[in-house]
Each structure stands twice: as structure tokens, then as C-alpha cells.
């Protein structure tokens, strides 16, 4: 955990076995004796059979694979409106959940900050780079049988109540 932590913080990206190393650590806690949601790993097909590796060896499986699809642009619009309160990490957005006063927390009356990573030009590189290592991902789950495709340009609350019927 602390090596993950100081690789990260020094923005470097983390090597795989560190990663997956993590995962079969967690695994074993009694908050993940039902499972876990992994968000964001793997992203590259290498990732993906390293981790497949790793739970096959510990006698279990991936069976669900979420992806939320939306367009790059409705999610650009989403992120680049997204205001975070730092100390809390209460999160608002300039056009779909404004805090009452622009610009403002609700419930400490101090500034909102965007996070450095959401603007459009950041974002298009992550949505480059996403397009071109995590699309085979998806398909190669595709084929394993466990990828549910979710329609994420749909209101929260009706996205969630697709994600529990996939897992009840």
C-alpha cells in the first residue's frame, strides 16, 4: 500500500505486479469475502490476463465487467464541469448538481476547486489512450461472457438500478 502510495504521488504509473499484488492482498479482507469493484484496472490487455492469472490461481473468477459507455464529448462535459470540495471531497457540477452559491461549498461556505486533470485537453489524451489500450479489454472480456455494457448518458439513479439487476 505505502509503495503504491509514493509511486503515485511522484506521478509515476505503477508497475503491474504491484498492482495486481495489491488486489490479491484485498482480496482476502472480510469487507471483499462477496467481491470487490476493481475501478479503472485493468486497462491493457497484459493487465487484464495478469489479473485473470491471479484470481484463477486463487481458485476464483471474474464474472461481471461493467462498462458505463457515453460519448467522449457528453463525458468531457461532465468532467470539465466538475467542482470538488478538497477537504471532503463533496463533489458538484457547474450544469447538472450546482452548489447553491457558484463556486462554493454548501455545507462549509469555502471555495470549490476543478482538479487539475479535468480539462478537455487532458482528457482527450486519457480518451486517446482509453480508445486504444482499453477497447481490447472490453473485448476480450466480451468473449469470456462477462461484459455488460451500460448505458451511462442516463440519469445516476437509472444506471444504478441496471448495475444491481446485473449483480443480483
Same mark, same amino acid.
Given at each position: 500500500?505505502?509503495?503504491?502510495?509514493?509511486?503515485?504521488?511522484?506521478?509515476?504509473?505503477?508497475?503491474?505486479?504491484?498492482?495486481?499484488?495489491?488486489?490479491?492482498?484485498?482480496?482476502?479482507?472480510?469487507?471483499?469475502?462477496?467481491?470487490?469493484?476493481?475501478?479503472?484496472?485493468?486497462?491493457?490487455?497484459?493487465?487484464?490476463?495478469?489479473?485473470?492469472?491471479?484470481?484463477?490461481?486463487?481458485?476464483?473468477?471474474?464474472?461481471?465487467?461493467?462498462?458505463?459507455?457515453?460519448?467522449?464529448?457528453?463525458?468531457?462535459?461532465?468532467?470539465? $464541469?466538475?467542482?470538488?470540495?478538497? /477537504?471532503?471531497? &463533496?463533489?458538484?457540477? !457547474?450544469?447538472?448538481?450546482?452548489? @447553491? =452559491?457558484?463556486?462554493?461549498?454548501?455545507?462549509?461556505?469555502?471555495?470549490?476547486?476543478?482538479?487539475?486533470?479535468?480539462?478537455?485537453?487532458?482528457?482527450?489524451?486519457?480518451?486517446?489512450?482509453?480508445?486504444?489500450?482499453?477497447?481490447?479489454?472490453?473485448?476480450?472480456?466480451?468473449?469470456? $461472457?462477462?461484459?455488460?455494457?451500460? /448505458?451511462?448518458? &442516463?440519469?445516476?439513479? !437509472?444506471?444504478?438500478?441496471?448495475? @444491481? =439487476?446485473?449483480?443480483?
Amino acid at each position: 500500500g505505502n509503495k503504491v502510495k509514493e509511486i503515485m504521488e511522484k506521478g509515476a504509473l505503477v508497475p503491474d505486479e504491484d498492482v495486481i499484488e495489491l488486489i490479491k492482498n484485498k482480496m482476502t479482507a472480510p469487507e471483499c469475502q462477496k467481491g470487490m469493484i476493481l475501478d479503472g484496472f485493468p486497462r491493457t490487455i497484459e493487465q487484464a490476463k495478469k489479473l485473470d492469472e491471479m484470481y484463477t490461481k486463487s481458485g476464483t473468477k471474474i464474472d461481471k465487467v461493467f462498462e458505463f459507455k457515453i460519448p467522449d464529448e457528453q463525458l468531457i462535459e461532465r468532467i470539465e $464541469g466538475r467542482r470538488v470540495h478538497p /477537504d471532503s471531497g &463533496r463533489t458538484y457540477h !457547474v450544469k447538472f448538481n450546482p452548489p @447553491k =452559491k457558484e463556486g462554493v461549498d454548501d455545507v462549509t461556505g469555502e471555495k470549490l476547486i476543478q482538479r487539475k486533470d479535468d480539462t478537455r485537453d487532458v482528457l482527450s489524451k486519457r480518451l486517446d489512450s482509453y480508445h486504444k489500450y482499453t477497447t481490447p479489454v472490453l473485448e476480450y472480456y466480451k468473449s469470456k $461472457g462477462v461484459l455488460h455494457t451500460l /448505458d451511462a448518458t &442516463r440519469k445516476i439513479d !437509472v444506471t444504478w438500478e441496471d448495475i @444491481k =439487476k446485473q449483480l443480483a
